[in-house]
């Protein structure tokens, strides 16, 4: 049964430490900065955070970094020109890296929320990042088995919520959020607006509400003031 | 030709050779020219592997849309026809094989098409690794394309990848200023050259060179 939420801060309250939590969004495009701020507010620490990336310049994940709270990060490209929070820590030996290709990470989470128990990809065969793995050869071909990532939560951010927790998303702030909602025990989105059940056609809904647990409405930003309203 | 290729010129020649109709994911930097040069006869689609097909070109002013960037997460827009998916669909895509053409960047190309693009392999460099990997394997086709020589002259092309590699066996052509090589079963043919001939080449490099068949 959907739970809606009052508030961020409510939505992320059984958030605790030692959780494994999947962060939907690529860079800052479906990125639910007000769940990440939430959980930073709610003092849960010594998180494995899974997400694209380690956080970009001083907002969301990056700030959850700088406050040491996440003991390991499992994402594909960490090492962005505004990822100062992340370096410093890495540099300083204060979070573990789990480098994943971008198409494994992916699937492993989709893995995860599909009940498979893991599968052989042709991706980082025969590179470092296939080291210590088993492999296959299939149809003369090497494959590297790859494991599903579960996770204790999950915080993503779609567009609009039903109130039975169907999701839409918008355009490519969709990315990793409907196999994180999948793969997680307690997924808990951000989204712009809940309407009624029914309120959504079911031939465009993208993630079915059985994934979801937690809604909460948070109003999208007001967008950048003009010029011409600053010189007002 | 009698001058080597600059960036741009490289682009129009791998443009040129897309074949009509074909689905392409056009990596991050060098490759990206190559979308200035794609003609609406052509009719080629951009993949961009954050989730979405029917890519259009950067956004400006008004257009930009923080909900609609591209892989290197900058704001593109969308054209008629364009599409959006979840993040396995469009690895799934790529893995499958759906994907006609891929451009990428290199540091290091082998005799055997194996690529190296991803990390310097230097000790206190921080890895990342993004979609390289997957774009390595996942198209029909990979291109490359790349300078031919290091700024201290030595060949990208080489016998073995000295840098760690992105993928094995996977590079299909390689698209330099100085010359187009096919990997084939063969050994590597020099298609065409700019600037230079096969053997001026054949005494700078170490990969034996085959003529074009």
């Known amino acids: 049964m959907l739970t809606i939420a009052n508030s961020a801060q409510d939505a992320v309250a059984e958030i605790h430490d030692g959780a494994t939590v999947l962060i939907g969004g690529f860079g800052n495009a479906g990125q639910p900065m007000e769940l990440i701020d939430a959980l930073l507010a709610c003092g849960a620490t010594d998180l494995t955070v899974v997400n694209n990336n380690a956080g970009q310049a001083d907002a969301g994940l990056a700030l959850l970094i700088k406050e040491r709270r996440v003991k390991k990060i499992i994402c594909s ?21 789990e480098l994943v290709p971008q198409g494994n990470l992916a699937e ?45 939560f999950a915080l993503i951010k779609a567009l609009k919520s039903d109130k039975t927790g169907n999701l839409v998303y918008r355009k490519t702030a969709r990315n990793f959020g409907p ?4 793969a997680a025990k307690h ?22 509400g059985i994934y979801v647990d937690t809604v909460v409405k948070i109003e999208p930003h007001a967008p950048a003031a003009t010029e011409h309203e600053v010189n007002q | 030709m009698s001058e080597k290729l600059t960036k741009d010129e490289l682009a129009q020649l791998v443009a040129r050779d897309i074949a009509p109709g074909s689905f392409v994911n056009l990596g991050i930097g060098q490759p990206t020219l190559v979308s200035n040069y794609l003609t609406a006869e052509q009719d080629v689609t951009l993949h961009t592997e954050n989730g979405m097909l029917g890519m259009g070109p950067e956004a400006q002013g008004d257009e930009i849309d923080e909900d609609l960037i591209n892989a290197g997460k900058i704001p593109v827009t969308e054209l008629p026809g364009a599409s959006y998916f979840h993040h396995a669909d469009s690895f799934a895509m790529m893995r499958g094989g759906h994907l006609d053409v891929c451009v990428l960047g290199a540091f290091q190309v082998s005799a055997g098409g194996d690529l190296a693009n991803w990390h310097t392999g230097a000790p206190d460099a921080i890895p990342a690794v993004g979609g390289a990997m997957d774009l390595a394997t996942g198209a029909k086709d990979v291109y490359v394309m790349m300078s031919l020589f290091t700024k201290d002259g030595k060949s ?35 298609r065409e050259t700019f600037g230079t001939t096969m053997e001026e080449l054949q005494s700078k490099m170490d990969v034996k060179l085959l003529p074009a068949e």
């Open chain 1, 187 to 208: 997924t808990i989105v951000q989204v712009s607006e809940i309407v009624e059940t029914g309120g959504l056609d079911p031939e465009v809904v993208v993630t079915p």
């Open chain 1, 77 to 97: 490209f960490p090492r962005q020109s505004d990822s100062w929070h992340f370096d410093a820590a890495y540099r300083a030996g204060e979070i573990e890296l």
């Open chain 1, 108 to 152: 492993r989470i989709r893995a995860a929320g599909a009940g498979i128990g893991g599968f052989f990809t042709p991706t980082g065969y025969g590179t470092m990042l296939a080291e210590g793995k088993e492999t296959r050869t299939i149809d003369g071909r090497g494959y590297v088995y790859e494991t599903p990532i579960h996770a204790d």
């Open chain 1, 179 to 182: 196999i994180m909602a999948a």
């Open chain 2, 156 to 190: 990208k092309l080489v016998p073995e990848c000295t840098y760690p590699v992105t993928g094995v066996n996977c590079v299909t052509r390689v698209y330099t200023n100085e010359a187009v090589f096919l990997i084939t079963a063969d050994g590597v043919r020099v």
